[in-house]
């Protein structure tokens, strides 16, 4: 078979651990799953209602134009409709724009580590990657800039950044993105965007005004609780838009999805609500970190990246085995941590006791 050559060493996207595998390998009955950045809350009552009501033909395509969602979420974000692409989950609009701009001699920039996607369809496309390395946990965006050149096709910046949770401030980004040559895309991902809650964080769609060559991305996967359905959006000017179009595929979001994000976006009361516990819940983790002497990243997302000093992956397994599933940070360029998930009150309490009971073993067998 004719394979790209880059394709024969690289991976497909390990998801985490689902909550039967465990369940059924451990032999629990009950499991937490704090591993995938998924809402605790669910989603808005209002988006369960028109799916359990939903009477669309299930032979009839979707609406290619995605019209339901396309003119209210224009209307929120005070865009164009023809500045808005919907993909399948934001993931395929990653996907799409590495199609359209990499190549074998073009090359990307990101900070690392990241969202792994970027790099993923970097490889795919046989495009060079330049991977900056984080500094504490954020973008060094002075690094970025020393590595675009002529052949720069895509700057990534992921923020707030998954793994880390950090955030770029908005003097910081406006100093960046002037600077940006003018034909190199500059891809802002917000897949956590209305978690945040910093004075300091910029307005991405307000940046677009000032800035022909950004494309913002946002999804429903995260605050409003739909990952099971994928639907993501990118924002830009129209004329990057239409330029992506034709890498779509047709009928892409289905209708169930389209109709779903619909009514979640009209529910803000519902996004208010769960970025507040979430705030609440950062809280948790910050004062367990603070009494165990542990640090962890400073978070404007829904998880926290803690440092327990060991092995990563031997906290995720003592966690594992106690029926609370996280992401060891081995598999997220930080091998002595792990990612927790921001869960509902009782879900944080109950893991933090759990490494709690963890950090008093391991103290014991430091003493023996």
């Not at 073009?106 to 495009?127: L, S």
């Not at 700057?155 to 949770?165: D, R, Y």
């Not at 639907?231 to 779509?248: F, H, K, N, Q």
């Not at 006791?353 to 073993?361: A, D, G, Q, R, V």
């Amino acid at each position: 078979m004719k394979w790209k050559k880059q394709l024969l060493h690289l991976t497909a996207y390990q998801p985490g651990k689902s909550t039967d595998a465990v369940k059924k390998e451990y032999g629990l009955s009950d499991i937490v799953k704090l591993a995938s950045n998924e809402n605790p809350f669910g989603c808005s009552k209002k988006a369960k209602k028109i799916l359990e009501s939903m009477t669309e033909s299930l032979a009839i395509y979707p609406d290619g134009y995605a019209s339901n969602l396309r003119f209210p979420l224009a209307q929120s974000l005070k865009v164009n409709p023809d500045q808005l692409i919907f993909g399948n989950g934001s993931d395929e609009i990653i996907l799409m724009i590495s199609r359209a701009m990499l190549e074998q001699g073009k090359n990307t920039v990101m900070p690392a580590p990241t969202f792994p996607q970027y790099r993923h369809n970097a490889v795919v496309e046989g495009a060079e990657i330049r991977e900056v390395p984080l500094v504490d946990g954020e973008h060094d965006l002075n690094k970025m800039l020393q590595a675009i050149d002529h052949e720069t096709a895509i700057v990534w910046l992921c923020s707030p950044n998954n793994p880390t949770g950090t955030y770029i401030t908005k003097e910081d980004i406006l100093s960046f993105l002037r600077k940006v040559p003018s034909d190199v895309l500059v891809v802002l991902d917000e897949a956590y965007y209305e978690y945040v809650v910093a004075n300091d964080y910029y307005d991405a769609i307000d940046l677009l005004n000032e800035f022909s060559n950004l494309i913002v991305l946002r999804t429903f996967s995260k605050i409003y609780g739909l990952a099971s359905l994928r639907v993501g959006y990118g924002v830009a000017s129209s004329e990057i838009i239409r330029a992506l179009e034709p890498i779509r595929e047709p009928f892409n979001v289905n209708t169930a999805a389209l109709l779903a994000a619909e009514k979640a976006l009209e529910d803000q009361e519902f996004v208010r609500y769960c970025r507040e516990e979430n705030r609440k819940g950062l809280e948790q983790f910050y004062q367990f970190c603070e009494k165990n002497s542990l640090t962890c990243m400073p978070s404007q997302t829904n998880f926290v990246l803690i440092d327990f000093n060991t092995d990563g992956n031997e906290v995720f397994q003592y966690l594992l085995e106690k029926g609370y599933i996280v992401r060891s940070g081995q598999a997220l360029g930080f091998p002595t941590s792990v990612r927790v998930t921001v869960g509902s009150q009782s879900q944080n309490e109950g893991i933090i006791k759990i490494m709690t009971e963890f950090l008093n073993e391991k103290a014991v067998v430091l003493k023996a």
